[in-house]
């Protein structure tokens, strides 16, 4: 989703969603209705598309994730898809490549019209005939075809074995569209949806867009409010916080900076009731990524030297206040498979020693001239800060002579495309909470780094291997090794770990549901008194 490396995606800013852990409720009293509350939730992230064959940034997600529904969902706190339009869905016996799902009975649109696997077909091969640019075709390529032997049953047939096809189809790749509202070979323009979610889109403009409860749903959320309102702030981080100190908003969402958050922390501690903070889960990482054919950052000693002199804890403490975590692998905690490779090979704190020792084992006896390249917006506010701080531990050894250069984003992928940087920096927010979603689309074919780097024991044997294993649980020895080789080879050196953040308003309640690994906001969540 919301993958921010990938074409189409919004920047990699701190996601803001909860209330005070002491103070979040979990009352789910009232109707299935949720109440006649309606709740305003600012956020900075734009919503770039309103139709599934062509969204794939965290602001039109998070509009399908609660406009449309999928075949399969992730619970709130879970990692692992259960059905959802779907009554059940499960692989052919012995195998990974046949997938057939049943939906449930009686499913409606929010115009009324029956969902049937007519639909389910049309949706999915409208997404990949379409094939958008900014679309989510990325994850649907594996479908070789589709069939719908009745009205209830779906039956995928998979180019090759593909154990995580139920996590990408539980994200908003699985958006469910009217065959009948919808044109099989055309992008819908007109701002409008129509989905069978628990949330119907009333209205959409440059600076809001109105849901309601959709009256017709049928699935697992239970609606704990009237509608939402989303304000958007277009960026504009200082209107969103005054908005929520006025009450303009209830809820803040995706778009306060590391200094704003740290601010409001020290309010609330200091005995302001009226504004609360939950600190949630996230899977959003930052990556250093070094060209593999670059004559300075291809020399593996160059790359295992910067390895060992960057300081994380100072980073994320000095730049991101705390609001991060330092990242020691390309598997971040939280998702299945996790380790701490890097920490294990180059340890937690500098080691100038260690990072001498290499360079001089390869020759290199003259500081190394480094150029970090980054870009001010796409991967959040402090990215230009983030590898200024680098840059000056780098210095700090006397073994590098590291600068920053800044372009504007345009200029910036193109220039990584062409294989023109040696150092760049970019960010990933997962399309769905799997270790393979980690992996795969940085190193396999095609890959969203752009580095140049290819090890074949992953490519060629570690990821096709456990692309077929169903038994998400017995992965673990494989995506160990691969974050091993990762350290080891250096195409990459992650730094840092997102956490998720909400503020709210006093009264508002629920939102620590909507914060965890799969990162879906969950509307129907969130209640206010």
């Not at 017709?216 to 309102?229: F, L, R, V, W």
């Not at 250069?405 to 345009?410: F, G, I, Q, R, Y």
Request: negative net charge; charged residues 25%; contains cysteine.
């Amino acid at each position: 989703m919301k993958a921010t490396f990938r074409k189409g995606t919004a920047p990699l800013a701190v996601g803001l969603s909860a209330v005070l852990l002491a103070g979040c409720g979990t009352d789910r009293g009232g109707d299935a209705g949720g109440g006649e509350s309606r709740i305003v939730v600012g956020m900075s992230d734009e919503v770039l598309a309103t139709d599934p064959a062509d969204g794939y940034d965290p602001g039109s997600w998070l509009l399908f994730n609660n406009v449309f529904q999928s075949l399969l969902s992730f619970p709130k706190g879970s990692t692992t898809p259960q059905p959802e339009a779907a009554e059940t869905c499960s692989f052919e016996a012995g195998g990974s490549t046949v997938y057939q799902c049943t939906l449930r009975e009686g499913l409606t649109f929010s115009n009324g019209n029956k969902l049937t696997s007519k639909d389910v077909k049309f949706s999915f091969e409208r997404a990949l005939g379409i094939d958008s640019d900014s679309g989510p075709v990325p994850l649907l390529t594996s479908i070789d075809r589709i069939e719908t032997p009745d009205d209830r049953t779906v039956v995928f047939h998979l180019k090759a074995p593909d154990a995580t096809f139920p996590s990408k189809i539980a994200s908003g790749a699985g958006s469910i569209v009217d065959h009948r509202e919808y044109e099989a070979g055309e992008l819908r323009t007109d701002r409008k949806a129509v989905g069978s979610g628990p949330y119907r889109l009333d209205s959409f403009d440059e600076d809001r867009a109105v849901f309601s409860v959709n009256p017709e749903y049928k699935g697992s959320a239970e609606p704990q409010n009237g509608g939402i309102t989303l304000s958007f702030f277009h960026g504009d981080q200082e209107r969103l916080a005054e908005a929520l100190t006025n009450g303009d908003v209830d809820v803040a969402y995706r778009g306060l900076g590391a200094g704003q958050i740290a601010e409001l922390q020290g309010s609330r501690s200091a005995g302001d009731t009226r504004i609360s903070i939950v600190e949630g889960t996230s899977a959003e990482v930052q990556h250093l990524v070094f060209n593999m054919d670059d004559p300075i950052a291809g020399q593996p000693a160059v790359r295992q030297a910067v390895a060992y002199l960057v300081d994380r804890d100072a980073l994320v403490r000095d730049v991101h206040q705390s609001t991060a975590t330092s990242l020691y692998s390309i598997v971040p905690a939280g998702i299945g498979t996790h380790n701490t490779a890097f920490f294990d090979r180059y340890g937690g704190t500098p080691q100038p020693d260690q990072a001498r020792e290499v360079l001089r084992d390869a020759g290199i006896t003259e500081k190394v001239r480094l150029t970090l390249w980054s870009t001010p917006v796409r991967y959040g506010p402090a990215t230009d800060q983030t590898l200024r701080t680098l840059a000056e531990q780098l210095n700090a050894s006397g073994l590098f002579d590291a600068s920053v250069e800044s372009v504007p984003l345009k200029q910036y992928e193109k220039d990584v495309q062409a294989g023109k940087y040696g150092v760049y920096v970019k960010g990933w927010v997962p399309d769905y909470p799997d270790p393979d979603n980690f992996t795969q689309p940085f190193f396999g074919p095609d890959n969203v780094l752009a580095n140049r780097y290819e090890n074949k024991k992953i490519t060629g044997d570690i990821i096709p291997r456990t692309s077929a294993m169903t038994d998400r649980t017995a992965i673990e020895a494989d995506f160990g090794r691969l974050q091993d080789i990762v350290a080891e080879d250096v195409p990459l050196l992650p730094l840092w770990q997102g956490k998720q953040y909400a503020v709210a308003r006093a009264g508002v309640t629920g939102l620590e549901w909507t914060l965890d690994a799969s990162t879906i906001f969950r509307f129907w969540e969130i209640r206010k008194s």
